[in-house]
């Protein structure tokens, strides 16, 4: 899978912070939006819990709202992830804010992963590890573009892929 995965964008980590403000924004409202609809639909199951709409149940126009509010408010989520796409990142987790800018280490697409809260990105990890595989982007590694460690190296940003911001 990884060799296969072929993200619209790159990013350095000065790009991805650069474009973060904006991100951030987005973030907060999909986060918001989709822990209100999460609410929402648990309490609508409750409601509605096996009922049949029926014209004598006097709560069944109340639930045919809500649920249109739902599906209103469910395409403006899609709209939010869509934005982020456009963008060039990846929304991981609407509830959490979790959000993923691919970049390159080593040749290799990597994943500079940044959570809602968090004032800057400052961690990393493999595509396949995901949130509980982040690692810190420490001073004088990824971060600023030279070697860590491991000999690894962020890409520079003059790359084919790579799109001005």
């Given at each position: 899978?990884?060799?296969?995965?072929?993200?619209?964008?790159?990013?350095?980590?000065?790009?991805?912070?650069?474009?973060?403000?904006?991100?951030?924004?987005?973030?907060?409202?999909?986060?918001?939006?989709?822990?209100?609809?999460?609410?929402?639909r648990e309490r609508l199951a409750l409601l509605s819990g096996g009922r049949k709409p029926t014209a004598k149940d006097p709560y069944s126009e109340e639930l045919r709202q809500i649920e249109e509010e739902?599906?209103?408010?469910?395409?403006?989520?899609?709209?939010?992830?869509?934005?982020?796409?456009?963008?060039?990142?990846?929304?991981?987790?609407?509830?959490?804010?979790?959000v993923d800018f691919p970049s390159l280490m080593d040749g290799r697409v990597v994943l500079l992963c940044w959570r809602l809260g968090e004032t800057e990105?400052?961690?990393?990890?493999?595509?396949?590890?995901?949130?509980?595989?982040?690692?810190?982007?420490?001073?004088?590694?990824l971060a600023d573009g030279s070697d860590n460690h491991d000999g690894g190296?962020?890409?520079n940003g003059s790359g084919p892929h790579d799109e001005s911001l």
């Open positions: 899978m990884a060799d296969e995965y072929q993200p619209a964008k790159l990013f350095t980590v000065e790009q991805a912070n650069a474009v973060l403000p904006l991100v951030r924004a987005i973030t907060h409202d999909l986060v918001q939006l989709s822990r209100e609809v999460m609410e929402r739902l599906d209103k408010d469910s395409e403006q989520l899609e709209a939010f992830v869509e934005e982020l796409r456009e963008l060039g990142v990846e929304p991981k987790s609407g509830t959490e804010g979790l990105v400052t961690h990393w990890h493999e595509l396949n590890a995901g949130f509980a595989g982040r690692q810190s982007l420490v001073a004088g590694s190296e962020l890409h």
